[in-house]
Antibody, heavy 119, light 106 residues
């Protein structure tokens, strides 16, 4: 079955960087786009970024554009999110999610990794 | 950017009730809308995609309808497992979630 396991979260100071990873299994990784979605403490879901199956297309939410970079390694079945210039408002649980079809909506989600930006 | 507005924000209901949640888009999104259920501390679970298509494995008491700017998620007979928060998401132009609707026990 589809499994997505995020890692790399933790506590980081404002202005610093962090890289999240998402290890995938149970589906043909190179055939699907992938999303990052985050959820601040006590808040709703916020879409962060998407990458196409081959990595050639990437789109970002306004809140992270220019600071975050999504990437993937199809040889390792792994998705990444490089987060630079972190701010307190980036504090959230970060979920990776498999796209259902043709960069539309997520279907399967990981359990999330918590990023806390604090001095 | 397309804004998604859900109503109500909170809904109190009893087991067996018919429940309807509305999601409005700030401009037409055709049928490019999904619905998710999320329980505390858990990842979201896809219920409906393309406005009215039921995701595999999701109980048939869940249904979606609408197109353009107005959409609804209906639970025909609320079950104890359905108390959760529900989110709509548009994927016509970018990707945007609604603010969520919490369904709580009356």
């Amino acid at each position: 079955q589809v499994q997505l396991v995020e890692s790399g979260g933790g506590v980081v100071q404002p202005g610093r960087s962090l890289r999240l990873s998402c290890a995938a299994s149970g589906f043909t990784f190179s055939s699907y786009g992938l999303h990052w979605v985050r959820q601040g403490p006590g808040k709703g879901l916020e879409w962060v970024a998407i990458i196409s199956n081959d990595g050639s297309n990437k789109f970002y939410g306004d809140a992270v554009k220019g600071r975050f970079t999504i990437s993937r390694d199809n040889s390792k079945n792994t998705l990444y999110l490089q987060m630079n210039s972190l701010r307190a408002e980036d504090t959230a649980v970060y979920y990776c999610a498999k796209d259902k079809d043709s960069m539309r909506n997520p279907d399967y989600w990981g359990q999330g990794t918590l990023v806390t930006v604090s001095s | 950017d397309i804004q998604m507005t859900q109503s109500p924000s909170t809904l109190s209901a009893s087991v067996g009730d018919r429940v309807t949640i509305t999601c409005r888009a700030s401009q037409s999104i055709s049928s490019w809308l999904a619905w998710y259920q999320q329980k505390p501390g858990k990842a979201p679970n896809l219920l409906i995609y393309k406005a009215s298509s039921l995701e595999s494995g999701v109980p048939s008491r869940f249904s979606g309808s609408g197109s353009g700017t107005e959409f609804t998620l209906t639970i025909s007979s609320l079950q104890p497992d359905d108390f959760a928060t529900y989110y709509c998401q548009q994927y016509n132009s970018g990707w945007t979630f609604g603010q969520g609707t919490k369904v709580e026990i009356k």
